[in-house]
């Protein structure tokens, strides 16, 4: 994000963090007219302050896992078929 939407998305956060199950949370914009700082269409919106919380979480969670080795192929599914040989 910029670092223009930095007040704005430490704001949103903390708003949406208050009460039950994102309560306030607009899939399609952000705080509403009556918020300190609201949204606009330059300003991240509520869907894309969750996946990028979401992200860094599961970035940190599970960091990536960096190997020299080549990775190795696929084995194939037993049966031939889709679905590892179920229905044909």
Known sequence: ??????????QR?????????LAH???DGGASASCPQPWSPSL????ELLV?????????????VISDAAPKPAAAPVGGG???????
């Open 82 to 88: 889709l679905f590892g040989g179920f229905g044909g």
């Open 25 to 27: 949370y607009k899939w």
């Open 1 to 10: 994000f910029s670092a223009e939407s930095k007040p704005y998305v430490r």
């Open 13 to 21: 956060i903390g708003h949406l963090a208050q009460g039950h199950c």
């Open 44 to 47: 991240p919106t509520d869907s």
């Open 52 to 64: 990028h919380l979401f992200c860094c979480l599961f970035d940190y969670v599970m960091p990536a």
